[in-house]
């Protein structure tokens, strides 16, 4: 029997809804899908449950806006009460805009926030993973400003994301863990000339987690941690900062990419990338990472069902 996931729309006035549109019939293939939106979005032979009581009836394109932000907002919490209900089995997330949740009062950066505090999952990790390579990419820190992202890195939040990979790269790839930390500063310091992160908080963080058993080396530095010759060591990568993981994933895979959250109670993926507001509109929107998304959703779920 085919997972159900459940596809939240997002922010209506980004692509959500043509990727969706482009994407049904794929998805079909993989689960059980029901959006979480609202239906004058979409073409009406599509499944629509609409949670939210936002009049969205003069959203316009390509703009942010409190009442698109406050939707997307409502949806997202749906869905992951039904997952945590056990009516669902995973959820799959079009993308929101940032802005738009600010607009409705809300103080979450993205997605990730709102999964941790409605799921009370202390420990978690946004990854990007692309299955054709194998390898995922877990984030020490995330949706900060570069300076307090620097600033927040411990030994123990890099210890975490280790682990969180460590857990969750053999359901994703089928193997043992092979994990590779990035460093921080360049060149990884350089013996100290450009900082002491890599010295006071990524070394010990690997050493501990190696007496641990783990099979995980670094710090190595950002700019070569991606290179063939050294990511073809490791199905697993943490990076320090937000873009040293993303730039790199984004450039290797493109639309192969899929955003995964672990350390959740429940399934959760997403499209890697924005509500691209240049392009809504245009008919030009790419359905391939949904579909990707998608995929690894349901691959997801079906192993959390033998276990």
């Given at each position: 029997?085919k997972?159900?996931?459940?596809?939240?729309?997002?922010?209506?006035?980004?692509?959500?809804?043509?990727v969706?549109?482009?994407?049904?019939?794929?998805l079909?293939?993989?689960?059980?899908p029901?959006?979480?939106?609202?239906?004058?979005?979409?073409?009406?032979?599509?499944?629509?449950?609409?949670?939210?009581?936002?009049?969205?009836?003069?959203?316009?394109?390509?703009?942010?806006?409190?009442?698109?932000?406050?939707?997307?907002?409502?949806?997202?919490?749906?869905?992951?009460?039904?997952?945590?209900?056990?009516?669902?089995?995973?959820?799959?997330?079009?993308p929101?805009?940032?802005?738009g949740?600010?607009?409705a009062?809300?103080?979450?950066?993205?997605?990730?926030?709102?999964?941790?505090?409605?799921?009370?999952?202390?420990?978690?990790?946004?990854?990007?993973?692309?299955?054709?390579?194998?390898?995922?990419?877990?984030?020490?820190?995330?949706?900060?400003?570069?300076?307090?992202?620097?600033?927040?890195?411990?030994?123990?939040?890099?210890?975490?994301k280790?682990?969180?990979?460590?857990?969750?790269?053999?359901?994703?790839?089928?193997?043992?863990?092979?994990?590779?930390v990035?460093?921080l500063?360049?060149?990884?310091?350089?013996?100290g000339r450009?900082?002491d992160?890599?010295?006071?908080?990524?070394?010990?963080?690997?050493?501990?987690?190696?007496?641990?058993?783990?099979?995980?080396?670094?710090?190595?530095?950002?700019?070569?941690?991606?290179?063939?010759?050294?990511?073809?060591?490791f199905?697993?990568?943490?990076?320090?900062?937000h873009?040293?993981?993303?730039?790199?994933?984004?450039?290797?895979?493109?639309?192969?990419?899929?955003?995964?959250?672990a350390?959740?109670?429940?399934?959760?993926?997403?499209?890697a990338?924005?509500?691209?507001?240049?392009?809504?509109?245009?008919?030009?929107a790419?359905?391939?990472?949904?579909?990707?998304?998608?995929?690894?959703?349901?691959?997801?779920?079906?192993?959390?069902?033998?276990?």
């Amino acid at each position: 029997m085919k997972p159900r996931l459940l596809i939240t729309l997002g922010d209506v006035a980004g692509i959500g809804p043509e990727v969706v549109a482009k994407a049904w019939t794929a998805l079909h293939e993989w689960c059980e899908p029901i959006v979480i939106g609202d239906k004058r979005f979409l073409p009406k032979t599509i499944q629509v449950h609409n949670s939210s009581t936002v009049n969205l009836a003069n959203i316009p394109p390509g703009v942010a806006t409190a009442e698109a932000g406050q939707a997307a907002y409502d949806w997202l919490c749906y869905a992951i009460d039904e997952c945590l209900a056990g009516r669902a089995d995973g959820v799959v997330t079009c993308p929101i805009h940032k802005v738009g949740f600010q607009l409705a009062g809300l103080h979450f950066p993205g997605h990730t926030e709102v999964l941790a505090e409605r799921t009370g999952a202390r420990v978690h990790a946004m990854l990007l993973y692309d299955d054709a390579l194998p390898l995922a990419v877990a984030h020490v820190t995330l949706h900060q400003e570069l300076a307090q992202a620097v600033a927040s890195l411990t030994t123990a939040g890099v210890m975490e994301k280790i682990q969180l990979l460590t857990d969750i790269v053999p359901i994703l790839c089928g193997q043992a863990a092979r994990i590779g930390v990035g460093a921080l500063n360049p060149h990884g310091s350089d013996s100290g000339r450009f900082g002491d992160a890599e010295a006071r908080i990524i070394a010990p963080a690997v050493a501990a987690m190696q007496q641990r058993g783990v099979t995980v080396e670094g710090p190595i530095p950002a700019d070569a941690i991606f290179l063939p010759s050294t990511r073809s060591r490791f199905n697993g990568i943490v990076s320090m900062i937000h873009d040293h993981g993303h730039i790199a994933m984004k450039l290797l895979g493109g639309r192969r990419a899929v955003n995964v959250t672990a350390g959740l109670p429940n399934i959760r993926t997403s499209v890697a990338h924005g509500t691209a507001y240049d392009i809504v509109g245009q008919g030009i929107a790419d359905e391939s990472s949904l579909i990707a998304a998608t995929r690894v959703a349901a691959q997801l779920a079906a192993q959390r069902k033998k276990s």
